[in-house]
């Protein structure tokens, strides 16, 4: 089976700084990547070399049989690669509903044939909502959220697109322990749907929990892809990443 996603030997320098040095990766259709590594890894200009937002000067990404070098942020969304932020980033003056509806439109004006009636686009919206479970809340506004409630937004939207490859960036900073455990619910029940999921993470646990595969980067390189239960006992990875 072909991989979903092939990142290969992509690099990134600003000025005299290399931020990512030769990395190659693939993502498997359905598959769980964890991706972690320490502040600084190269892991942000990864994800934005993937998605668009930067453009790598070395190297290829190929999503879904398809050549993304050159192409902007919104046309990989097109595609099928989707992200979500660790900071969320809602239209803070409409309501939960109506932040839905911008991204479902985008993907009807992206995608024609879909979502054709006002009807279907109300349905698709609170389906959205109703998988995050947030459908109650669909007439507040963010600020009337809680932090995790924030991040089922940000998944939300981000569901929007109909990604076949959601990123994921550190969706449980801050959260309490049972609320990791929704967010991690409802990854899983996404990968579910046949979604490809990085998940970008440094609650390890959680990372463990969910990955079927963990690779690591450390001074823009990668150093290990693998197993997460071996690639953890990298003694690389644990002198650079997880400590003495």
Do not use: W
Not at 130 to 156: F, H, I
């Amino acid at each position: 089976m072909s991989p979903l996603l092939h990142v290969d030997n992509i690099s990134k320098r600003f000025g005299g700084f290399t931020a990512l040095d030769g990395v190659t990766l693939e993502v498997a259709p359905g598959e769980r990547l964890g991706l972690i590594g320490p502040n600084g890894s190269g892991k942000s200009t990864f994800v934005n070399c993937i998605s668009g937002t930067l453009q790598n000067e070395v190297g290829s990404v190929r999503f879904d049989n398809q050549v993304l070098d050159g192409l902007a942020a919104h046309q990989r969304t097109h595609r099928g690669l989707a992200r979500s932020f660790q900071l969320p980033r809602p239209f803070h003056s409409m309501t939960l509903a109506d932040n839905l509806r911008i991204p479902l439109l985008y993907t009807v004006h992206a995608r024609p044939g879909q979502l054709r009636t006002t009807a279907e686009l109300e349905t698709r919206c609170h389906e959205l909502l109703d998988m995050v479970g947030l459908l109650a809340k669909a007439r507040q506004m963010p600020r009337d959220l809680t932090q995790v409630e924030m991040r089922k937004l940000e998944l939300a939207r981000a569901m929007a697109a109909e990604p076949k490859l959601l990123i994921a960036d550190e969706a449980m900073a801050g959260l309490s322990n049972s609320e990791v455990e929704d967010i991690l619910t409802l990854l899983f029940q996404l990968n579910e749907r046949g979604i490809s999921i990085i998940l970008i993470e440094h609650i390890m646990s959680a990372v463990m929990k969910f990955s079927q595969r963990l690779a690591v980067l450390v001074s823009g390189k990668k150093i290990a892809d693998g197993k997460p239960d071996e690639v953890v006992r990298n003694p690389e990875v644990v002198r650079a990443y997880i400590g003495e």
